[in-house]
């Protein structure tokens, strides 16, 4: 699908992006996230609210991400809250606001990841209730 076409399909708030994969030789960028369900229009509510999917991005032309976040992008250790999931003005830019903490002195201490892609699969791994 396209990057508008996931947009308008899928709402990302309050999911957790768990893990990231790039491979810039075959230019794929892969998201797995644990995601609300519960949050979508077509949700039914005899069926689970949250599970795991993966977003695999094809032919990925950018992949940036902010530079205080640069030592865990691609760990184990990145579990982080999506804020938004936005498309610039053009359609072929997604880029994620993520939430990677609270400061008291300041809110919320957020990052940005961007995307540019051909397109991008959405793969459902598991459903389960909280």
Known sequence: MTLPELREKYYFHDSNIEKIE???ANKTLTLTI???FWWQPWHKESEPSNGLIRLIFEGVSLFE???NISNKI???ELDSE???GELDEDGNLVFFSIEAGYNPDC???YWQLKIKAAN???EELERYDL
């Open 82 to 84: 999506i804020l938004e």
């Open 34 to 36: 644990d995601f609300c």
């Open 65 to 67: 991400y902010d530079d």
């Open 74 to 76: 691609l760990s184990d």
């Open 107 to 109: 809110n919320d201490i």
């Open 22 to 24: 790039y491979d810039a």
């Open 120 to 122: 991008v699969k959405v």
